[in-house]
């Protein structure tokens, strides 16, 4: 029986689960790059008690739209660049969504 404070982590995409090594493998990268990224303050890996990074499955998806971008031969900085501005505007879709959403506002 799972212990309370766990909960169900297997359906969280922030726990952080994953290993370097497992990360990497799991994306078909190297352990390098995603040092890199967190170098370029991509992403940013939780670390254990005994200091090793961890990885959850948004990180790595994260990680793996930046693969995709350096293989494609954009600059890994740029890469990086180019998520976050992703990432801003999909937030910014989706307020504007709730706006709209919500209706006009009350005078």
């Known amino acids: 029986m799972p212990r ?3 909960g169900n982590r297997f359906d969280d995409d922030d726990y952080p689960a994953y290993t ?3 990360a990497a493998e799991m994306i078909g990268t190297t352990p390098a790059f995603l040092r ?3 170098e370029a303050k991509l992403i940013k890996p939780l670390r254990s008690e005994g200091g090793h ?3 959850s499955r948004y990180q790595l998806r994260i990680a793996a739209r930046a693969r ?6 954009t600059p890994i900085e740029s890469a990086c660049r180019i998520i976050i501005l992703e990432d801003q505007l999909e937030e910014a879709q989706r307020i504007n969504e709730e706006l709209r959403a919500a209706g006009p506002p009350q005078t």
Do not use: F, I, N
């Open 68 to 73: 995709e971008l350096v293989d494609e031969g």
């Open 20 to 22: 370097v090594g497992a």
């Open 4 to 6: 309370p404070e766990t």
């Open 36 to 38: 890199a990224l967190g």
């Open 53 to 55: 990074r961890r990885y």
